[in-house]
């Protein structure tokens, strides 16, 4: 203990870090000093979240020696006497919320009394999180949060729910409906950052929209693809969104020619992750965006011909979640690559004609994950492709153990190798 006391604070909070919340509370009684660091206000804003879950009671005996800037409410379908307990306590323990995670699924009109500051005060919220649903028995419901930044919505019935947020600059939305358009609409001369999901194949009017200010989009719609009917309307969507410098899609397919017309709309991107459900990806005009730094490609098949992005620093290829794993063809441009650093491979497919590929200096991190059989001469012939690599990341490799490790090792002894060895399942 007498050691411990001649550590500054700094030291003593990047020892606590490898702890979860379970056991940094039964250290917290050893002394003061040591309850201050471990329930910092830097680890609380960052790491700790103080949940109400429906009616279960929270103990009103409890000495609560701190404040939590982050909430966590979810009101059941039966609002109790109970949970309307637990709600008188709550600016007791968190008076001024930075972040609020609403769960609601009783349409009542309780919500509206949460959103109104009745049980605490809302004016410091930087972050809002709704989900279940906005609707309440006396209709639409507004509230003002003049430093509200990021607003992620997962619920039905938003037509029931008006915000007032000057300051958005982020929004996250599940789309369910019309209503959610109209959401987005709201907002859109002022967000920077937006994330639509989309939970139906219907686009609505999402590419009528215009958003002078993003510079950060993703689009997820899985269940439906970019079709010919949609061509013209989303290539003009994208010419105006020439300040983009960050764009993820996750279609359920994507025309090439579409994809050609948004490399030449979009050329400041930094940024760019693309991910379908079926076909190929094509990439033969993604050199045109010269700022490129950081691409991310998961499909069941990608053509690398002709890709030669001149500022590319990092490249993943593949997905976790590709069953039959990913083709790449004209893997050798990879080679070409004169700025690439870092290379991640998700089940990607080796072929013979990499032993013959001309070796490259410039990858010196690798990451190779989510192979069902990663056999040991594949890996071999690709740490021989990449004689500069400085640290090999293999996880979720079943049946790669340390006795293959220590063959690759030999092969490159400053090479730092970690990886989790996984047996196979019976």
């Keep these: 203990m007498a050691y411990f006391e001649l550590l500054p604070n700094e030291i003593l909070e990047n020892i606590f870090q490898y702890m979860n919340f379970k056991n940094r509370r039964k250290l917290s009684p050893v ?3 040591w309850n201050n660091v471990l329930f910092s206000d830097q ?3 960052k790491n700790v979240v103080f949940h109400i879950d429906g009616c279960r009671m929270l103990d009103a005996k409890m000495i609560l020696t701190r ?12 609002f109790s006497n109970e949970m309307l307990k637990n709600l008188r306590l709550i600016n007791s323990f968190s008076p001024k919320p930075t972040f609020l995670r609403l769960e609601n699924r009783n349409a009542d009109h309780h919500l509206g009394w949460i959103l109104d500051g009745v049980f605490f005060s809302l004016e410091d919220v930087t972050q809002l999180h709704l989900l279940g649903t906005c609707k309440t028995e006396r209709g639409v419901c507004f509230v003002l949060l003049n430093n509200l930044k990021v607003l992620k919505i997962e619920a039905v019935h938003v037509e029931f729910f008006r915000v007032g947020a000057p300051n958005l600059t982020e929004l996250q939305v599940l789309v369910r409906s019309e209503d959610h358009m109209d959401l987005l609409h709201q907002f859109a001369d002022q967000l920077t950052k937006l994330t639509a999901v989309f939970d139906s194949k219907d686009g609505y009017y999402f590419y009528n929209l215009k958003f002078p200010q993003l510079t950060d989009l993703t689009v997820e719609r899985s269940l439906k693809g970019m079709i010919k009917s949609e061509q013209d309307i989303s290539i003009a969507f994208f010419r105006r969104l020439k300040q983009l410098t960050k764009l993820r899609l996750s279609f359920k397919f994507i025309d090439s020619y579409v994809m050609q017309e948004i490399y030449e709309s979009v050329p400041n991107l930094v940024e760019l992750q693309l991910e379908v459900c079926e076909g190929t990806i094509e990439l033969s005009n993604i ?3 010269i700022h490129l730094k950081k691409l ?3 499909a069941e098949k990608v053509n690398l011909l002709n890709t030669k992005p001149p500022n590319l620093k990092h490249l993943t290829l593949g997905s976790a979640i590709t069953g039959a794993g990913t083709f790449v063809y004209a893997f050798e441009n990879i080679m070409l690559l004169d700025n690439l650093r870092s290379l991640t491979l998700h089940n990607v497919k080796f072929y013979p004609e990499v032993l013959k590929l001309t070796p490259t200096y410039n990858v010196v991190t690798m990451s190779i994950t989510h192979y069902k059989r990663l056999l040991e001469n594949h890996l071999q012939i690709i740490v021989k492709r990449f004689p500069a690599l400085q640290h090999l990341k293999i996880a979720d490799c079943p049946g790669f153990t340390q006795r293959e490790i220590d063959k690759i090792k030999r092969m490159n002894p400053r090479m730092f190798i970690s990886f989790d ?6």
Excluded: G, H, W
Aim: glycine content about 0%; overall charge positive.
């Design 31 to 33: 002394c003061t000093r």
């Design 421 to 426: 060895e996984v047996r196979f399942q019976l």
């Design 287 to 289: 050199s045109k965006l």
């Design 67 to 78: 404040t939590y800037p982050a909430l966590s409410l979810k009101v059941d379908n039966q």
């Design 296 to 298: 991310t490609i998961a």
């Design 43 to 45: 680890y609380l804003r």
